[in-house]
């Protein structure tokens, strides 16, 4: 099991009332699989985002992320883990604007102390992968929203992570840009990435093989998507 | 992230806002350009002080009869014959000068130029570094014989004989009611300086004589005052009290000369100089602290500004030291940016208001070395408040700020 969350609860102390956005939530996510989270606003799906990007940290239970208990690390060994075992891919792009397209990829790199020529090397291929090896040089400001997205699926890749948790990835996106980017997210699973998406939207879920719904800082459901579309032209 | 890494990427973040890292830098500038002006010109005019007392020559005891004294007679004042017998009878000594000076005109005979006329003896220039720009100075022939003779100094030169040489020529010396007429044997440089030849029109002009003719040149004939060379400043203060006690027994008095060290005026002056580079230097960091504190106010604005750009790094695994270290390389890349700026504007400053005032600055290695180190520190100091603020976000809010 590359994910298991045991009894994890997550409340929020706001001095006079105690927020409860988790309860006891258990489950577990094998390599290689490709799930979404699902859920309203205030379900708790995105502090559980959070948490399982080691963003934020837990009030009970555990978290252990391929094989390591994360639950009780400090701020910097928790930077390592978001560093080297997880790739985001967020909303809202978050791409530095005043970098390159290749520096954006670059920088997770710089963080984990890759040599320069290692680095330039995976960033370019990580850059092919999703279909950018023409657009290196510029930056976010010039390119469109499902290639700003394309940057950030390379940026998350680039330092073969266990995980790629990617929240809302089309939230910002037209119809035909979401339909890319989740045939790139198809692609990258079956090559053997484990990814977890949160999203609310129904369609894009049906991308993914498994549906963990919320709702109250519970899991309602946790099933097999049956009628999973399959996309890469042959769908 | 290694230190290159940031450097490059501070640059980056540095040369994005021009203008606001020029204003920023600006503080810096200031600040710098004028500590190393007031520091360099401070350091120039102690060297040139200092230099002129060395010319004077600092193994010197000074000898005074003391002239509050209402009886201080004529038998009391300074002979040639004192000169000799401190020579003759105190081994340290390598010198006597003797000098009195008084105040007249220099005439020929169509114009004439207010003078300090002084007596003096050969060893005169070993005790003031006197240059000669023609002919020679008074010897020890002149003062034995009794020549009529006179060196005058460029000042008077100038004025009596414009671009003529005076050598050879004749010049009436005319103090109260002695008119002597003098042979012109030697042209030396101002004593002033570069201040004097700048003035000139101004300065009176200097006469030295030999010292045995000053009776029948000036009126105040009485010598007061004596300097005396020595070998070894170690001994001065043996040196002074047995030249007093000479003294006393030759003239058969008691208590009346004083003798001091010149060693000590130097140091006096020095300690004042220096009291005033550090005030006026103190007064000149207060701007670079005030300069600080405009890159501490930039670069929180610019944690703030960025508090997007910090989430997301901390999301791919930036730890707090890396983001700290961002920030801080940043102001301190600005500092130090401001600080060579600053250095280059200093200097440049420090010799044209050298050459303004007539003293060459003094811009040492260390002057260097220092305000460095004090732009560095500054960027340091100020920057380290920001860059904490900035290390200490916490990703998720600063991954939602907007």
């Known amino acids: 099991m590359i994910i298991k969350v045991e009894d994890l609860k997550k409340v929020y102390d706001t001095g006079k009332i105690q927020v409860e956005a988790l309860k006891s939530v258990n489950f577990e996510v094998a390599e290689k699989e490709y799930v979404a989270i699902m859920g309203a606003s205030g379900s708790g799906k995105s502090t559980l985002m959070n948490i399982l990007g080691c963003l934020d940290r837990l009030t009970e239970g555990k978290y252990v992320l391929g094989g390591q208990d994360v639950s009780t690390m400090d701020g910097n060994e928790l930077a390592a883990v978001r560093n080297r075992k997880i790739g985001f891919v967020f909303q809202a792009f978050n791409l530095l604007p005043r970098l390159s397209a290749l520096d954006n990829v670059i920088l997770p790199m710089t963080y984990a102390g890759v040599d320069h020529a290692e680095r330039l090397k995976a960033a370019k291929s990580a850059l092919k992968k999703v279909g950018l090896e023409d657009r290196m040089d510029h930056r976010p400001n010039e390119l469109s929203g499902g290639q700003k997205q394309r940057v950030a699926i390379a940026r998350a890749l680039v330092n073969n992570p266990d995980i790629i948790l990617a929240d809302e990835p089309t939230g910002n996106l037209d119809t035909k840009s979401s339909e890319e980017i989740m045939e790139i997210f198809e692609n990258l699973n079956n090559e053997g990435a484990t990814i977890i998406m949160v999203t609310h939207e129904q369609d894009i879920a049906m991308h993914t093989k498994r549906s963990i719904v919320f709702r109250d800082g519970m899991i309602i459901s946790d099933k097999i998507n049956e009628n999973r579309i399959i996309r890469g032209g042959n769908a | 992230m290694n230190i290159k890494e940031s450097f490059k990427s501070a640059l980056q973040s540095v040369m994005a806002n021009k203008m606001r890292s020029f204003l920023t830098m600006l503080g810096i500038i200031i600040g710098i350009s004028s500590v190393i002006t007031i520091v360099s010109i401070g350091e120039g005019g102690k060297e040139a002080i200092t230099g002129q007392f060395e010319s004077i020559g600092t193994n010197v005891v000074n000898v005074s009869v003391k002239a509050r004294n209402n009886d201080v007679q004529a038998r009391d004042y300074f002979t040639l014959k004192d000169a000799e017998l401190i020579k003759e009878k105190i081994p340290e000594v390598t010198s006597v000068t003797l000098a009195n000076g008084d105040f007249g005109y220099l005439k020929t005979e169509s114009k004439s130029k207010e003078a300090e006329i002084d007596g003096v003896n050969e060893s005169y220039t070993k005790l003031v570094k006197t240059d000669m720009l023609e002919g020679r100075f008074i010897n020890e022939r002149d003062v034995q014989t009794q020549r009529n003779v006179i060196v005058i100094d460029e000042i008077a030169a100038k004025k009596l004989f414009g671009s003529e040489s005076p050598l050879g020529q004749k010049v009436k010396v005319n103090v109260g009611s002695n008119n002597v007429s003098l042979m012109v044997i030697g042209v030396s440089e101002s004593a002033s300086g570069s201040m004097g030849a700048m003035f000139g029109d101004n300065m009176p002009g200097v006469g030295f004589i030999p010292i045995t003719i000053s009776d029948k040149v000036l009126t105040r004939t009485d010598i007061g005052m004596m300097s005396v060379m020595i070998d070894d400043m170690d001994k001065a203060s043996e040196v002074a ?32 100089l220096r009291t005033f580079t550090l005030v006026i230097g103190a007064i000149a960091g207060i701007s670079l602290v005030v300069g600080g504190i405009g890159v501490m106010n930039i670069m929180l604005v610019s944690v703030t500004e960025r508090t997007r750009e910090i989430g997301i790094r901390k999301a791919l695994g930036a730890k707090d030291k890396d983001i700290m270290l961002q920030f801080l390389t940043e102001s301190l890349i600005i500092c130090l940016i401001g600080g ?63």
């Open chain 2, 241 to 272: 009290s047995k030249i007093v006690r000479l003294l006393e027994k030759a003239h058969r008095n008691e208590g009346k000369y004083a003798a001091e060290e010149g060693f000590k005026q130097l140091e006096m002056i020095d300690n004042v």
């Open chain 2, 340 to 402: 060579a700026i600053g250095m280059t504007l200093g200097i440049s400053l420090g010799f044209v208001v050298g050459s303004l005032i007539g003293v060459s600055p003094g811009i040492s290695l260390q002057t260097i070395l220092i305000s460095f180190g004090f732009s560095s520190a500054v960027g340091i100091f100020f920057g380290l408040y920001p860059a904490s603020k900035a290390a200490k976000l916490d990703p998720i809010e600063a991954l939602r700020y907007e």
